[in-house]
């Protein structure tokens, strides 16, 4: 039977934004190179080609050199032909991030601002949000705004159901964005982190996202597409029992993962600092190189756990995340003792964006609505 009319279009859509995101991964590419690597046709890729640079998105970069015949001409994408805004909602902080096409940072800043249900703290996301992107002269080139919120968001619903840490439940979304003169998408902070680290990934498959921030959460990422759960709620790993009786979470449970493993937990021996903990432990402070080694043999049951029931890989990010490169070695020691199957720590992986992940995360669900619908 032959595909009706909308059946066409959808693949033609789809043929185009694979031809875009594919250009995007490189500095320069040819149509035959285009080809090969999307199996798509000649003409198809032709037609997409010329289509992708009518609306800005790519441009000619000169001519490979000749092997026999004409020239082949070199594509580049245009990364900044569009824009889109993340904006980052925790207790204390406002972060804000302008991300290219390609996912990568234009721009970023972090805020000190104490949450409150006040219309003055929605009017200073407005501001905040104005003034970045009209110092980027980004206003017509900007696709949105993305805002990732610490708690349940239902975003089809309009509301944040429920939020420990800012302390509010049943709060219209409309209240982060009614000054933000911007199309707004909302995402749980946890997830858009994830949804991060999968992005511009061909072929992501499935993995686990650990966040490690002044809170613990996590993202269920099944072939690069988001499992929430049935009631939007799964990956809220930092609330998994640890220690049964053991220390007293945020929210009101005794031993949960959030108790052992946030950033907190490190960042209340240096005055909230986490940088200046990090700084000490490389210079041999031997009373916080004990306290590491407690962190991550909690962090290495945990970890462990995650592995053993998704069967995964596993992404540790967030603020202790980011330094897991550089002091995360004893961590896959741990690992591997803890194998049940062989030791092994190799589906371990420390994250790609070492700082405001959830922010950039969600920019890029707006990123990605443009790039499908094209």
């Known amino acids: 039977m032959t595909a009706g009319p909308a059946s066409n279009m959808d693949v033609k859509r789809r043929n185009r934004s694979n031809t875009l995101r594919c250009i995007l991964t490189c500095d320069h590419i040819s149509q035959m190179e285009l080809s090969q690597r999307l199996s798509l046709s000649w003409p198809t890729v032709l037609q997409n080609v010329k289509e992708l640079s009518e609306l800005g998105l790519i441009k000619e970069a000169g001519s490979y050199e000749s092997t026999g015949g004409r020239k082949a001409k070199a594509y580049a994408p245009v990364r900044d032909a569009k824009l889109a805004l993340g904006v980052d909602i925790t207790r204390n902080h406002v972060s804000v991030v302008l991300v290219d096409l390609s996912g990568q940072v234009v721009r970023s800043v972090r805020k000190t601002r104490p949450f409150s249900l006040d219309d003055g703290y929605a009017q200073g996301l407005g501001e905040l949000a104005e003034q970045f992107v009209e110092e980027h002269k980004a206003q017509d080139r900007l696709l949105g705004v993305g805002v990732s919120l610490p708690g349940i968001v239902a975003e089809e619903e309009g509301v944040l159901r429920h939020s420990h840490i800012l302390g509010i439940q049943d709060v219209p979304t409309g209240f982060f964005s009614r000054y933000i003169p911007y199309p707004c998408r909302f995402i749980n902070d946890a997830n858009a ?21 002044n809170s613990v959460g996590g993202a269920i990422l099944n072939g690069g597409a988001l499992y929430t759960g049935n009631h939007l709620r799964a990956g809220e790993f930092g609330h998994n029992t ?21 950033a907190r937990v490190l960042a209340d021996y240096t005055q909230g600092r986490l940088a200046d903990f990090f700084d000490r432990l490389r210079a041999g402070d031997p009373q916080l190189e004990q306290i590491w080694k407690e962190y991550l043999q909690y962090l290495a049951v945990a970890v462990n756990n995650l592995h053993m029931s998704f069967d995964c890989d596993v992404i540790v990010g967030g603020y202790v995340g980011a330094f897991l490169e550089e002091f995360g070695a004893p961590l896959r020691t741990l690992l591997e003792e803890r194998n049940t199957f062989r030791r ?10 070492k700082l405001e992940a959830a922010a950039v995360g969600t920019a890029l669900v707006q990123v990605e609505e443009f790039i499908r619908g094209l």
Do not use: H, N
Not at 199 to 211: E, H, I, N
Not at 242 to 262: H, T
Not at 344 to 353: A, G
């Open 193 to 213: 982190a994830g949804l991060a680290e999968v992005y511009g990934t061909p072929d992501a498959g499935d993995f686990v996202y650990l966040s490690l921030s």
């Open 242 to 262: 640890l220690v049964p009786g053991g220390r007293r979470c945020y929210c009101g449970k005794e031993g949960c993962l959030d108790a052992y493993c946030s």
């Open 344 to 353: 092994d720590s190799s589906y371990l992986r420390f994250c790609r964006y």
